[in-house]
């Protein structure tokens, strides 16, 4: 059994690539190898300049196997040049139709549209890893091996937040604009899957208002619980991890040290706070370093700034999905103060496994209640350690993927008759 993931992530840096859209690739491609002893990725990616396809490839393959213990063959699908034309054109283009946008405009080129066919005929199993590249799977021709979707978050929920949250009003347009294209765009990739994985019940059951329901299945994000994780520090620090290049992370740590941090510091004077992730120069903050703010950058060893940490902040004010980096805290034994989209789909209970707030005093409060509160803070980690060991663990989660599509897939030895024929 042949299985052919495609993706349109880089995989020549996993060492340093470990945020949630990776984490999610990586069980996708660890449910994939279980189902046979033929793994295939195809990478649709733009090579940079002095890079060919053959040692992304090369480089792809062993980065694979030396950080994620994955044996497969890698393909690259380099992206084709962009076109010229009026800049505005192009936006209004875009948002209007998806197939116009920036990586799918890349995969539609004679040549790799050829690329994606090849694998694509080549496989037994298909498994798109979200939007962009099912898109262009789909638009490269009759596929006959059934299709596996990880649509993971609903794309145009995550936009139309975004939007609200972009202090550039031309921005905030062309976002609002392209919800429709992509909304479009996002049906006709379910319509043509034979089954498409959300990360959340609550994603699920927006899908199903839609009758989409029938198909789609939850396929949780998932995180590895840490078994040697401490008591929370009893330093006063919070801790704030993620990449800061992505527009809901920077905004959600810009609103806290603007709205949040000064009430915090002004209870709680030795209070820290930690911002850990790539892309700290991203942020408004970052030129005027408030005080007890740390900038830290990509971290190699996250275990020990967790360690050294007392709760972990999510304030995310948009985007789409679950948050990994709450699962990741809770298996870190830390307790989360969080905003209700930041904590949507998990299921974590206000006052329980954590605390849920919006706006900023109430937020500051429950920041101030576990950084002199140790037993509270104590509480809330241990409950939500349990939930996620209960129900967010990466080996469960990837048996749960591995048995939906082995439900679905072809026996051995037979392949899909009918063909998904783009359009239908």
Request: net charge positive; hydrophobic share 45%; glycine share 8%.
């Amino acid at each position: 059994m042949t299985v052919a993931v495609f993706t349109h992530l880089d995989l020549t840096s996993l060492a340093t690539s470990t945020y949630g859209i990776y984490q999610r690739l990586r069980v996708l491609l660890e449910g994939s190898q279980r189902l046979g002893d033929d793994l295939t990725v195809i990478c649709g990616l733009r090579l940079a300049e002095g890079r060919t396809g053959a040692e992304v490839e090369t480089q792809s393959r062993e980065n694979l196997q030396t950080h994620w213990g994955i044996d497969a063959r890698v393909v690259c699908v380099p992206f084709g040049p962009p076109l010229d034309g009026p800049w505005i054109l192009q936006q209004f283009r875009a948002a209007l139709l998806y197939r116009w946008s920036p990586i799918l405009r890349g995969l539609s080129s004679p040549d790799a549209r050829a690329a994606l066919r090849r694998a694509a005929d080549e496989a037994t199993i298909i498994v798109a890893h979200r939007l962009p590249l099912m898109t262009s799977l789909l638009n490269a021709g009759p596929i006959r091996a059934p299709v596996f979707f990880d649509l993971d978050d609903i794309e145009p929920i995550a936009l139309w937040r975004h939007a609200r949250t972009n202090p550039s009003a031309r921005a905030r347009f062309f976002i609002r604009l392209s919800c429709a294209g992509i909304t479009l765009a996002m049906w006709r990739a379910i319509r043509h899957a034979r089954l498409t994985f959300v990360c959340s019940e609550l994603d699920r059951a927006r899908l199903a208002q839609r009758a989409a329901g029938r198909a789609v299945r939850v396929v949780p994000n998932s995180t590895s619980v840490n078994p040697q994780a401490g008591p929370v520090a009893d330093a006063p620090v919070l801790l704030m991890v993620g990449v800061y290049s992505f527009r809901p992370n920077a905004d959600g740590a810009d609103y806290f040290i603007d709205e949040v941090w000064p009430r915090v510091k002004a209870a709680v004077p030795d209070a820290e706070l930690w911002l850990a992730g790539a892309g700290v120069e991203h942020l408004r903050s970052y030129a005027r370093r408030p005080e007890g703010v740390s900038f830290l950058g990509f971290v190699d060893d996250l275990n020990g700034v967790y360690a050294r940490s007392r709760a972990v902040i999510c304030p995310l004010r948009s985007g789409g999905g679950t948050r990994i980096k709450l699962l990741e805290a809770a298996g870190q034994r830390r307790p989360v103060v969080s905003t209700r989209v930041g904590a949507e789909g998990i299921g974590f209970q206000d006052g329980e496994d954590a605390f849920i707030v919006d706006d900023a005093a109430s937020f500051a409060a429950r920041c101030i209640q576990v950084l002199e509160d140790k037993p509270l803070a104590e509480r809330l980690a241990l409950n939500a350690y349990r939930r996620i060991e209960r129900d967010y663990a990466r080996g469960a989660v990837v048996d749960l993927l591995r048995a939906l599509i082995q439900s679905e897939a072809p026996t051995p030895g037979a392949r899909g008759s009918t063909a998904i024929v783009p359009g239908r």
